[in-house]
């Protein structure tokens, strides 16, 4: 079946614009992380919802950033008052439901290149 | 103290030989353990995941995990100029309650000459 996808691929805003970022993950799969990496570096955890629940926002930078999953499959990653610091690939990733018993295998979409101005 | 360390290379091997990949990590309460491969401009993939000390082989991968050293590694025999790429560790520190949560080291770059 269809991979994780996310949109816009890329995306080019000027500091102070609010950016939204959308992923739409694997069918089936309950769990959907979002990370950031930084070129040169691996991905750094962001944030993951089990359904619709927000189970870890600890990775979130700042209040600026802020994530939902309203109906429990697509979420939206939303920025507000971007900063260039803010410039980076934004990753999606999706996986079985995950719980006490360990974590399952993650499977990455393309990711969108926010680059601010 | 990084969560998790990788030598970020690069890493030059010939075609043929064996590419040893390491990787550390500092959370003793680390439970699940992972590598994947990006290529230039493409999302992570993954290629193996560990969980029990030991080895674990799938074609011509070689996972090794030890707890006690708290190190993990990947083998790859018969590099092919194919594998060149980045390799990714990445370990699940559920410790807490984020049983989902992935950290990852900074990777390591991978060069098969032929």
Redesign the interface.
């Known amino acids: 079946g269809a991979g994780v996808s996310q949109s816009p691929r890329y995306k080019v805003t000027k500091r102070g614009q609010d950016v939204a970022l959308r992923c739409d993950p694997i069918s089936g799969h309950v ?1 959907l ?1 979002w ?1 950031r990496q930084a070129l ?6 962001l944030t ?1 919802f ?1 359904y619709e629940a927000q ?2 926002k ?2 979130l930078p700042n209040d600026r950033f802020s994530a939902e999953r309203p109906e429990g499959s697509i979420s939206t990653l939303t920025i507000q008052r971007t900063e260039q610091r803010d410039s980076a690939m934004y ?1 999606c990733a999706s ?1 079985l439901a ?3 018993s ?10 969108t290149r926010l680059l601010v101005l | 103290q990084k969560e998790v360390e990788q030598n970020s290379g690069p890493l030059s091997v010939p075609e043929g030989a064996i590419a040893s990949l390491n990787c550390t990590y500092s959370d003793r309460g680390s439970q699940s353990f992972f590598w994947y491969r990006q290529y230039s401009g493409k999302s992570p993939e993954l290629i193996m995941f560990i969980y029990s000390n030991g080895d674990k082989e799938d074609g011509r991968f070689t996972a090794q995990l030890n707890k006690a050293s708290q190190y993990v590694s990947l083998l790859i025999r018969d590099s092919q100029p194919s594998d060149s790429a980045t390799y990714l560790c990445a370990v699940n520190n559920a410790g807490g309650t984020s049983y989902g949560k992935l950290t990852f080291g900074q990777g390591t770059i991978l060069t098969v000459h032929p």
């Open positions: 769990s992380y990370y040169g570096q691996g991905p750094e955890f993951y089990n189970q870890d600890s990775g990753r996986s995950v719980g006490a360990g974590a399952k295998t993650q499977y990455f979409g393309p990711g």
